[in-house]
C-alpha cells in the first residue's frame, strides 16, 4: 500500500489547489491539499501517495547520495564483488 | 474448492482461473485434446487448429485498438502460437440495447482490417440484442479455424536444448487499459501492443527456426505463460530480469500502481521457446518487428515446475503464478 | 557504473529511482556489510517496521546479500495485516446496508472476516469500490447522491492526512452523503510494546519511509534515549535499506545509539507540519485498539473528535456495530510473525491452507503481509 513515486511537477492549479506530475509519462493530478501555499513550483520532484503530493524531494540531497554511492563503488574491486555475492561469509557468530 | 460463487478472481488468467477451468469445466468435459490446454486444439490428425475466445474488454476504445481488434487478433494469434495460418473465423456479438451503431461500425471495421492483416475471413455468425443492463456494451465471441504449417508445436515439449525469448517488452495492453480507464485519470503515453502475430510467425517458419513452444501472454502476462510451460514441460525456467524488456511507461505505471509488468495482459507479445542453435536467427526475426526483442532465460532442473527469476545483482527468486484480481476486463 | 549529471538542474527523474536502485552499488554495500560484520560481537537483529520494507528486502533478495549474523524481524507496518477481525466485520456489515456505498483502498477488499471479505460481499450484491485515492468518494457521492457513502478508513501516518483532506472537504463544502469508519493507526506505539515484551530480540530498527516522510523523524527519540534501540530512517529502494544496514553496523560499532536518517532526500526532523495540522483538525487517540494478533496498544490508534459525531459511522451506526472480539483460526500464527517471534516458514499452514488465493490470516492477504511477501517472492534458499 506504501506506493510513494517521485513524480516531477508539470502544471499547478491553484484554483483547485491540485498539480499535475508525470511519473515516467504517465501524467495524472494530484492534490496539494497537504502542502503549504506557494511551496513548489514547476519542475519540482515531488512524492506522491494516494492521489496527494506528500512533500518536495530535496533533489540537492538525492544527487548528494547518488555521487556517495560511486565513492562506494570504487572502493570495491569485482574479484570482492563476486566473492561476497556467491559464497557467503565466515563470520564468527551466527 | 473453497468459494461456492463465482470472484472476480476466478477470471484472472492465473491460478484462480486454472482452479475454476479444471474443476469444472475440464471434468465434465473431459477428454485428450482438451486435457493438452495449449493455446488451440489441434484436431483432425494434427491438420487443423481450433481456437475461441470471448472478448469484454473495457473500456471497448482503447489507446492502440478496440475490441474489435482485440477479437480477432486473441484468437488468430492462439491459432498462430499453434503454427497455424488462421483461415476462418466465426463471430458472434451480444450487444446491449441502446448501444450506438457508429460505434458498432467503428468496431466491425477493425476487425475488417485485422482479418485482412491474418488473411482470414468470417463465414459464420450470431447477433443478439439483450435489454439494457443485461451486457455492459458489447461482449465479442470469435472461434478461428487455421491450417497446421508447422507441427508439433507445444507447451509439453521444452527442454534443456531451448531458449526462453520474448517478441518486445511486455506490460503494455494492461497497463493501457488501466491507464485509460475512469476513475484512475492518468493520462500518457502509453499504447496496447495489440496486434496480429501470425506475419511474424509465418516468417520464423518460412526460416526453418526450430520451435519447440509458443504462446502469447495475454490475462496473466508473461509470469503466467513461463509457469504453465514449467508445470507442462516439468522444467525448470531461469530468466534473468535484467534482460526482461519493459518500456519507462510501462515500468511508471507499475511503480505507481504496484504492478508487477510480469503480470500484465499483453495482446500482441508473445514468449517462444526457441532450440539453441536457432535462437539467434529467431531473434533476427523478431527485431524487425520491435527492437526490444531478447533472449531472457534458459531451461534447467535445478527447481522443477518452477520458474525462477535472477537478479543483476546475484540474488534469486521463484516468480510464482499470478494470483488474485488483479485488472478485470482486461481483454 | 551509471554515469550521474554532476548538476542538480539535470538530475533526472529516472535516476530518483534507478540510482538508488543500481546493481553494482547493492554489490558493493553487501560487501561492506560484510566486511563490518565481521567485528559485530554478537549478532544484529534489525526489526523492518513497515511492510513496505518487508517487500522490498523479499522482492530484491536482500538476505541473500548479507551475513548470517545480520538478522532481519519483520514488523507490524502492514496496516491491513493488523486490523481485527471485529473490525472488518463491521465494513461488511456496513457494506450490506441498504442504499450504502462502501469505498476503501487497495487490499482491504481482501481480508477476511467472520463471513468472508469485502470482495465476497460485492459478489453477492453489495456495493462495494474500491479507490486509489480517499478523494475518490467525492465523485462517487455526487453520482449517487441518493446513497451514502461510507468511506472506511484505514492505513498508519502516511494515509492519515489524506483521510483528513477529505474530512476537511466533507466539512467544509457541506457534503451530506459521506461519512467515516475510521481505523487509522500509529507505528511508534506499537515498536514500544514489542520491547515491552521481555522474550523480544530486537537489536535496532529499520524506520519506515513514508509514515515518516509526514510525522518527522522525531517519533523515534524514545528509542534510544528509554529503550536503547538505534534507528535507522530508511529509504525503500534496495540501496537505501542496504545503506540503513550499514548505518546500524557502524552505530553499534561505535558505541553509538540515536537516530539517524538515511532517507534525507525526503525525511526531516519535523515532518510534514501541514499533514499533521490537518490530522490534529479532525482526529484524536483512541485510549484502546486492538490490533489483530498482537492485542491492545494503549493509544496507537485515531478516531474522529466529538464534534464530528455526526459524520462517524461508528456513533452513527453503533447499535449493529458488535464489539465482541473475534480471534483468529487456532493454526494461524500470524500475531507471532507481526511481533516478530515467527517467520512465515514455521506456519504449519502456510502455502498449502493459508495462500494468497485463499488466506487465512491477514499477513497473506495484504502485498505488504510478511506471509504474501515470503509466498510471492518464495524464499529460495
Known amino acids: 500500500m506504501c506506493l510513494c513515486i517521485p513524480s516531477k511537477i508539470t502544471l499547478i492549479d491553484k484554483e483547485k489547489n491540485s498539480c499535475i506530475v508525470d511519473t515516467m509519462g504517465v501524467k495524472r493530478e494530484a492534490s496539494l491539499d497537504l502542502m503549504e501555499v506557494d511551496t513548489l513550483s514547476i519542475g519540482d520532484y515531488v512524492l506522491i501517495h494516494i492521489g496527494f503530493v506528500m512533500n518536495k524531494i530535496d533533489t540537492e540531497d538525492a544527487l548528494t547520495s547518488l555521487e556517495a554511492f560511486e565513492e562506494v563503488l570504487s572502493l570495491m574491486d569485482d574479484e570482492e564483488l563476486e566473492e561476497t555475492v556467491h559464497k557467503g561469509d565466515n563470520c564468527p557468530n551466527e | ?331 | 557504473m551509471n554515469k550521474i549529471d554532476k548538476t542538480v538542474k539535470r538530475l533526472q527523474l529516472k535516476e530518483l529511482y534507478s540510482g538508488f536502485r543500481d546493481a553494482e552499488v547493492i554489490k558493493s554495500y553487501a560487501v561492506l556489510i560484510h566486511k563490518l560484520s565481521k567485528n559485530l560481537q554478537k549478532p544484529l537483529n534489525i526489526m523492518e517496521v513497515c511492510g513496505g520494507h518487508t517487500h522490498t528486502i523479499m522482492k530484491y533478495g536482500l538476505k541473500q546479500l548479507l551475513p548470517s549474523n545480520i538478522n532481519f524481524i519483520h514488523g507490524p507496518g502492514c496496516p491491513v495485516c493488523i486490523m481485527p477481525k471485529e473490525r472488518i466485520n463491521h465494513a461488511l456489515i456496513l457494506s450490506k446496508l441498504p442504499d450504502v456505498i462502501l469505498v476503501t483502498l487497495g487490499d482491504m477488499i481482501k481480508v477476511p472476516g467472520s463471513d468472508g471479505s469485502l470482495q465476497d460481499a460485492r459478489a453477492q450484491g453489495a456495493d462495494v469500490r474500491f479507490v486509489y485515492s480517499p478523494m475518490d468518494c467525492i465523485k462517487i457521492s455526487h453520482d449517487n447522491p441518493e446513497k451514502k457513502v461510507i468511506f472506511f478508513a484505514i492505513g498508519f501516518e502516511t494515509t492519515t492526512p489524506m483521510s483528513a483532506a477529505l474530512i476537511n472537504k466533507v466539512v467544509k463544502e457541506k457534503i451530506g452523503n459521506i461519512i467515516f469508519h475510521i481505523n487509522h493507526v500509529t507505528i511508534p506505539e506499537a515498536m514500544a510494546l514489542l520491547l515491552e515484551d521481555n522474550s523480544h530480540n530486537i537489536n535496532a530498527f529499520i524506520g519506515p519511509s513514508h509514515v515518516s516522510v509526514i510525522s518527522g523523524s522525531k517519533i523515534y527519540e524514545p528509542f534510544p534515549k528509554i529503550y536503547k534501540k538505534p534507528v535507522v530512517v530508511s529509504g525503500f529502494e534496495p540501496v537505501d535499506v542496504m545503506k540503513s544496514i550499514v548505518m546500524l553496523i557502524e552505530q553499534v560499532l561505535d558505541n553509538r545509539c540515536e537516530v539517524e536518517v538515511e532517507y534525507s532526500r525526503s525525511v526531516s526532523y519535523d515532518g510534514n507540519v501541514q499533514a499533521q495540522k490537518l490530522n490534529n483538525s479532525y482526529f484524536e487517540k483512541r485510549e484502546h485498539f486492538r490490533w489483530r494478533g498482537i492485542g491492545d496498544i494503549t493509544s496507537s490508534a485515531l478516531k474522529l473528535k466529538p464534534e464530528f459525531s455526526f459524520i462517524d459511522a461508528e456513533k452513527i451506526y453503533e447499535a449493529i456495530l458488535p464489539t465482541q472480539e473475534i480471534n483468529d483460526h487456532k493454526l494461524c500464527i500470524c500475531g507471532d510473525i507481526l511481533k516478530g517471534k515467527a517467520s512465515p516458514q514455521n506456519c504449519n499452514i502456510f502455502g498449502t491452507l493459508c495462500k494468497p488465493s485463499h488466506p487465512v490470516g491477514s499477513c497473506m492477504v495484504s502485498s505488504e503481509g510478511a506471509c504474501a511477501a515470503y509466498y510471492k517472492y518464495g524464499d529460495i534458499l
Open chain 2, 1 to 331: 474448492m473453497k468459494h461456492n460463487h463465482i470472484t472476480l478472481a476466478h477470471g484472472n488468467g492465473g491460478e484462480e482461473s486454472s482452479l475454476l477451468i479444471n474443476k469444472i469445466f475440464y471434468e465434465a468435459f473431459n477428454n485428450d485434446i482438451l486435457k493438452k490446454s495449449e493455446d488451440a486444439a489441434i484436431i483432425e490428425g494434427g491438420k487443423l487448429a481450433f481456437s475461441t475466445d470471448s472478448f469484454t474488454v473495457t473500456p471497448l476504445f482503447f489507446s492502440g485498438g478496440d475490441i474489435g481488434k482485440l477479437a480477432v487478433c486473441g484468437t488468430c494469434n492462439d491459432l498462430a502460437m499453434m503454427g497455424a495460418r488462421p483461415k476462418y473465423l466465426t463471430c458472434s456479438v451480444i450487444i446491449e440495447e441502446g448501444f450506438s451503431i457508429d460505434s458498432l461500425e467503428k468496431i466491425v471495421d477493425s476487425m475488417k482490417k485485422e482479418l485482412t492483416v491474418n488473411g482470414a475471413i468470417v463465414v459464420s455468425g450470431d447477433t443478439k440484442v439483450v435489454p439494457k443492463g443485461s451486457v455492459d456494451k458489447i461482449f465479442i465471441n470469435t472461434t478461428g479455424i487455421g491450417e497446421v504449417l508447422y507441427p508439433e508445436i507445444s507447451a509439453s515439449k521444452i527442454t534443456e536444448d531451448d531458449l526462453i525469448l520474448l517478441s518486445r517488452d511486455i506490460g503494455n495492453h494492461g497497463a493501457a487499459i488501466f491507464a485509460s480507464r475512469e476513475g484512475i485519470e492518468l493520462s500518457s503515453d502509453l499504447k496496447s501492443d495489440c496486434a496480429s502475430l501470425y506475419p511474424i510467425v509465418k516468417k520464423l517458419i518460412d526460416a526453418k527456426v526450430k520451435i519447440s513452444a509458443l504462446r502469447d501472454a495475454t490475462r496473466g502476462g508473461v509470469g503466467a505463460v513461463l509457469n504453465e510451460w514449467a508445470q507442462s514441460s516439468n522444467i525448470c525456467i531461469e530468466i534473468e530480469e535484467r534482460h526482461i524488456p519493459m518500456s519507462d511507461e510501462v515500468m511508471g505505471l507499475c511503480e505507481i500502481l504496484g504492478f508487477d509488468a510480469i503480470s500484465l495482459a499483453n495482446e500482441g507479445t508473445f514468449v517462444l521457446a526457441i532450440q539453441k542453435e536457432d535462437a539467434s536467427k529467431a531473434l533476427e526475426i523478431l527485431k524487425i518487428y520491435n527492437s526490444f526483442a531478447s533472449v531472457v532465460g534458459k531451461v534447467t532442473q535445478h527447481y522443477s515446475k518452477k520458474v525462477v527469476l535472477h537478479s543483476e545483482w546475484g540474488t534469486t527468486r521463484f516468480l510464482d503464478m499470478p494470483s488474485g484480481e488483479l485488472l478485470p476486463r482486461i481483454c
